[in-house]
């Protein structure tokens, strides 16, 4: 069963490593002169002396400004979404759909194999290979940018750094669960629909939506986001008339860290009205400026610190592993179901042909009482 | 080695079918006390019957008498069913095919010899004269 | 001897139609048994349950003495057929030898080999672009090379032609002669029964009409013409399958365990097809409950 489990995935299997050897190359080569820029830039002994924030913004800005780095980049992150996707649709979902679309599961099933061990060696052979293809992808990708990982972390908190969705489900440990959930959810469809095509279809339609629905719903939430209250700097403020005062909220200033939200406060007072005269912000004047540092303003930020990285990454990675084997189970259980005739022979529908053999009048039933 | 025939459309059922040729053969000479008959395998192989109708007309033959089959060799025939030799059959043989010919010669028809015959036939035989 | 397959008031129901039901058998082994009936009329029901990819909705089956697809040691005892074979299309020939191989344990490669040789496949060619009498005969070989004690065959001839089909069946004959294998074959088609079946069932709309060995239907059942008579009148021991009257003349088919000794019939035998027809006309009424033919110990 192993074997031809192999020998049924080959093409498949090749695919995924001239992609993964595509990759590998391409970044291979563009790595050195990006560590040698880090290197240039300074960055590994800016925390002695407290100036990473500029030097991380130089180095960054140094990157986009070339032609191939952040082409390289989105492709990272781009490809590193896809891999988990394509092994759904096309790991995932002709597993079992294939074998019921094309019936040779009449073949399969019939040999001295049984339907469960069938799928056992399926599953876990191609899951294994799933999850290693993406990590080697994840490792890759990974590698090839923490350089930039490293400057976004110590420097300035606007840019994306890899605590952010789109970088945190593209890095390290994640795209493993990922691609051992989207395999599992292929077959899973593919085992309910019994129909490749539409089985692909309904895989990347709920994974897309899993993507989305997992950075804003429950990875806030995985371990409670910390609190802390910011002062509020004059060149990074925000205000919106709320009755008699203003709501004032600072944009945080965390390196490295996910900022989920920031709250401001309302206030009033003199200040205020000054305030509101300065359209052009609180640098705009001398007046505005005094009255702004008049207030102290703070704001409270909710954020997920850059050192739970790891840990967020761990648990979400086993909460779709844990997932990923609730979808296999239920495969499992479904393919034991198939039993019970959800495909019905070809020939069980008499022929509508103008012929004589009508359907015989049943004799009295004398002793059968259909249910179990 | 005698090879069979089916006749589909005769409404007779296969395995008599063979014991019926095998009699035939043995009474026109085609098989000889000691001859092996085809195996099943062999007779599937031509015919695409099912080996067991080949069993059960040698078993039938076997139950008459005129077949014994060996463990591991094969089945034989045994004795050839009138009880007399072919060379007697042979000479009878040539003495109706004479008188056939000067029959149709005298300008007897296949109706006027046909009845002819029955008529003898049924007259020998209705006296029990064997 | 044993049965190969005994099922018991063996029902299976989708949705709201019942597939097959009340479905008694007790088929015996050594045997070449033909499995009657039209399309629809359960055929193919009866030998998925009988291989374990349905499960019954009532009833009992066992084949070989167990469950169907009850572990692999059962799986490897019988092999199976579908209709319209199904075979991987991209897979070539020799891939679908290894295919075998590798999932029985009980594989005979030399068998394989030896037949796909006779058969004259290519072994590097796609299986889907074989002929439908190339590729039923791949299934078989495959069923076959397994080494079964029982084969169930789902309509393997339905769409051969002639002489496909007549090389189907001397390659299944010669394979029953040399190994002794059970077989189940069944089929909408009623020639190339009498040649090849020594045991019936004929299933007519989800219900078995009559089982039977050959031979003892052949003995039982009779073809009797004689004056215009009302078929009730005739002994308790004789059921009429079917009849047919004219003003002055009536023909019975009946089925009797005793010689007819009316002298206003004239009684003849019946071919094994026109009775197969009699008992699949659904004009006939056929009564429900008859005690199956065919004792097995």
């Known amino acids: 069963m192993i074997r ?97 679309e094309d ?25 294994l290979a799933a999850m290693a293809i993406t990590g080697l992808f994840s490792l890759i990708v990974t590698w090839w940018a923490s350089p930039l990982d490293r400057a976004a972390t110590l420097g300035s908190p606007i840019l994306s750094n890899r605590m952010m969705p789109a970088l945190f489900a593209g890095h390290g440990l994640v795209p493993l669960g990922y691609a051992a959930f989207a395999f599992t959810l292929g077959a899973t469809t593919g085992a309910l629909t019994g129909r490749t095509v539409p089985a692909m279809a ?38 919106v008339p709320a009755g008699h005062g203003l709501l004032i909220t600072g944009r945080a200033a965390i390196p490295g860290a996910w900022v989920l939200s920031t709250s401001g406060h309302v206030y009033t007072g003199p200040a205020i009205q000054i305030l509101k005269t300065c359209n052009n912000g609180p640098t705009s004047t001398p007046a505005c400026g005094r009255a702004f540092a008049s207030l102290h303003a703070q704001t409270l930020v909710t954020y997920q610190p850059a050192s739970r990285y790891w840990a967020l990454q761990w648990y979400e990675t086993g909460i779709f592993l844990a997932a990923a084997l609730a979808l296999a189970g239920f495969c499992f259980w479904r393919i034991g179901r198939h039993r019970s005739g959800r495909t019905r022979p070809s020939s069980a529908r008499p022929p509508r042909t103008a012929s004589t053999l009508r359907t015989s009048p049943a004799p009295p039933a004398t002793s059968g009482h259909p249910g179990r | 080695m005698i090879e069979f025939q089916l006749d589909e459309t005769s409404g007779v059922a296969t395995y008599l079918q063979l014991v019926q040729q095998v009699r035939q053969a043995l009474r026109m000479g085609m098989l000889e006390p000691g001859d092996q008959l085809p195996t099943a395998q062999q007779v599937v192989a031509r015919l695409a019957i099912n080996p067991n109708t080949v069993h059960k007309a040698y078993r039938e033959l076997e139950r ?67 | 001897m044993s049965a190969v397959i005994q099922t018991s008031g063996l029902g299976k129901a989708y949705r709201r139609t019942w597939a097959l039901r009340d479905c008694t058998l007790a088929i015996p082994a050594g045997r070449v048994v033909g499995l009657v009936g039209p399309n629809g009329a359960g055929k193919t029901t009866l030998l998925s349950l009988a291989v374990g990819l349905l499960a019954p909705t009532c009833g009992t089956i066992t084949v070989l003495g167990e469950r169907p697809a009850a572990g692999p040691a059962q799986l490897a005892r019988v092999g199976f057929v579908a209709q319209d074979t199904s075979v991987y299309a991209r897979m070539t020939v020799a891939g679908h030898l290894r295919l075998g191989a590798w999932l029985n344990p009980g594989w005979d490669g030399e068998l394989a080999r030896r037949r796909i040789e006779q058969l004259g496949l290519d072994p590097r060619q796609r299986a889907g672009s074989l002929s439908g009498g190339q590729r039923a005969q791949l299934a078989l070989t495959l069923a076959l090379a397994k080494r079964p004690e029982l084969l169930l065959l789902d309509e393997p001839v339905a769409s051969l032609d002639p002489l496909a089909r007549r090389e189907f069946l001397r390659g299944l004959m010669e394979s029953v002669a040399e190994h002794g294998v059970s077989v189940v074959l069944s089929s909408h088609l009623v020639s190339d029964l009498e040649r090849v079946c020594d045991y019936l069932v004929v ?43 004219t003003d002055k003349q009536s023909l019975l088919l009946v089925r009797t365990g005793e010689p007819v000794h009316d002298p206003a019939w004239t009684v003849t035998p019946v071919s094994l097809e026109d009775l197969v027809l009699a008992y699949m006309n659904p004009a006939n009424d056929i009564p429900a409950r008859r005690p199956q033919l065919g004792a097995v110990s």
């Open chain 2, 64 to 130: 008459d008498g005129l077949v014994r089959a060996r463990p591991g060799l094969g089945t034989f025939v045994t004795r050839s069913p009138s009880g007399t030799d072919p060379a007697t059959q042979a000479r009878f043989l040539a003495e109706l095919t004479g008188w056939l010919r000067s029959a149709r010669a005298a300008g007897l028809g296949p109706d006027d010899i046909e009845a002819i015959y029955r008529t003898a036939f049924r007259a020998c035989f209705a006296e029990g004269v064997a």
């Open chain 3, 203 to 245: 299933l007519v709309a989800s219900r078995v009409r009559v089982a039977g060995e050959v031979s003892a239907l052949l003995a039982s059942h009779r073809r009797l013409s004689g004056p215009r008579r009302d078929p009730a009148t005739l002994p308790a021991g004789q059921q009429v399958i079917e009849e047919s009257h």
């Open chain 1, 103 to 127: 019936r040779t599961y009449r073949l399969a099933w019939t040999q001295s194999v049984t339907r469960t061990r069938w799928l056992a060696v399926k599953l876990g052979l191609l899951g």
């Open chain 1, 202 to 239: 309904v895989t990347i339609v709920i994974f897309a939506a899993v993507q989305l629905i997992t950075p804003n719903f429950v990875r806030p939430y995985l371990i409670p986001p910390a609190h802390t209250t910011v002062a509020v700097s004059p060149g990074d403020v925000n205000w």
């Open chain 1, 4 to 100: 031809l489990t192999w020998r049924q995935f080959r093409a498949q299997a090749w695919v995924a490593i001239a992609a993964l050897a595509a990759i590998a190359i391409t970044f291979a080569l563009t790595r050195p002169s990006l560590t040698h820029m880090y290197s240039a830039s300074g960055l590994a002994g800016c925390q002695a002396r407290n100036d990473c924030g500029s030097l991380a913004a130089g180095f960054i800005s140094q990157v986009r400004a070339d032609a191939a780095y952040p082409v390289l980049y989105a492709m990272g992150v781009i490809v590193m979404f896809l891999v988990p996707a394509v092994i759904g649709m096309f790991w995932g979902a002709p597993l079992i759909a294939r074998e019921l």
